[in-house]
């Protein structure tokens, strides 16, 4: 506030510096909010394509598992008539 009441000219070239900083700032703030935004979305998109990729490791695990041998049960079978 002080560099922009004075009138001399370094009090000048000081706001002008000071000016550009917060004008670098504000663009450094959309860059990275535009950043984090589109990280966001990969990640998202990570994350579905990791379940999927999961749901066919799955799939493939249970197609290699030897198939169960079903016991023959000793004896009657009274339930059934």
């Known amino acids: 506030m002080l560099s922009s009441v004075l009138n001399s000219a370094r009090a000048i070239h000081v706001n002008i510096h000071i000016m550009r900083a917060f004008v670098k700032l504000r663009e450094l703030m ?3 909010s535009d950043l ?8 998202i998109k990570l994350i579905d394509h990791d379940k ?5 490791f799955d799939a493939i695990k249970e197609i290699q598992k030897p198939p169960e041998k ?3 049960k000793i004896g009657f079978d009274y339930e059934k008539e």
């Open 36 to 43: 984090k935004l589109k990280l966001q979305k990969i990640d």
């Open 52 to 56: 999927k990729f999961g749901m066919v």
């Open 70 to 72: 079903k016991k023959r």
């Open 30 to 32: 959309y860059i990275n």
